[in-house]
């Protein structure tokens, strides 16, 4: 998934029970308490997988990607759709891997590289970017800044964002809208929920219409704070690089 894809999803979680209406300041608030929380414990521990559609836009698509960190256990594990690709690293049985799947058409390429206890640094260091990178990509849903909500998918229209929650460490962000703009007609629909402190769920529906022309954008994301490692099978079928 490409990175300016992943930036543009927004929280979004289906609340059950009551919730309580915020201003837009008792919201600010809010999300102030949840970015001092995640700055003081960050997440060491986490799946996400994010889901995209276009149509239009000249580039009609699916996509999906999916990510699992657990940094306490040594397993890192990411899926690409878009590139066929699927990536690991873990530590098993007193050795560190880092495991390398892909597919183009029929052919698959599957190779490993497998380290020692004494080669652990050397582990660390190839998997350092990949590693920093997906924890980035989470890191920027961790923190709340619902001033973007609206900055980034209502910009120029007259949508009101709602805010709700329903205690501590809770805060949903709503946008709907549908209109007209400088002849172009369209909707948005977006939700931003953060549970427990963390983000929960994410979702971004948009549709436009302009000279005949129809586009539509779908995104989503889920996320999770429980991951147990899922080792591939490394036999006869894979290529070991060192």
């Known amino acids: 998934m490409k990175k300016s894809k992943l930036l543009m999803l927004l929280p979004a979680f289906l609340l059950?029970?009551?919730?309580?209406?915020l201003t837009a300041e008792e919201a600010q608030a809010v999300a102030k308490a949840i970015n001092e929380k995640r700055a003081a414990e960050p997440i060491e521990e986490f799946s996400m997988e994010v889901y995209s559609k276009y149509v239009g836009m000249g580039e009609d698509g699916e996509e999906t990607a999916k990510y699992e960190f657990n940094a306490p256990q040594?397993?890192?594990?990411?899926?690409?759709?878009?590139?066929?690709?699927?990536?690991?690293?873990?530590?098993k049985d007193g050795k560190y891997y880092i495991v390398s799947y892909e597919k183009d058409g029929e052919e698959e390429t599957k190779n490993y590289y497998e380290f020692g206890e004494e080669a652990k640094a050397q582990f660390d260091s190839m998997i350092a970017y990949t590693k920093q990178g997906v924890k980035a990509e989470f890191d920027a849903y961790a923190v709340v800044d619902i001033d973007a909500l609206k900055n980034e998918y209502a910009k120029g229209v007259d949508a009101e964002v709602k805010y709700s929650s329903?205690?501590?460490?809770?805060?949903?962000?709503?946008i709907e809208w549908s209109g007209e703009v400088e002849g172009a007609s369209g909707s948005i629909k977006a939700k931003a929920v953060y549970e427990d402190y963390k983000p929960a769920e994410m979702s971004v529906e948009t549709e436009s219409s302009y000279m005949g022309e129809k586009m539509e954008m779908k995104l989503s994301a889920k996320f999770g704070y429980s991951v147990s490692p899922s080792?591939?099978?490394?036999?006869?079928?894979?290529?070991k690089l060192n």
């Open 166 to 174: 329903k205690g501590d460490g809770q805060l949903t962000a709503e």
């Open 231 to 239: 080792y591939p099978s490394l036999d006869s079928s894979w290529t």
């Open 74 to 91: 040594v397993y890192f594990h990411t899926y690409e759709s878009e590139d066929s690709e699927e990536h690991w690293a873990y530590a």
């Open 16 to 21: 059950v029970g009551c919730a309580k209406s």
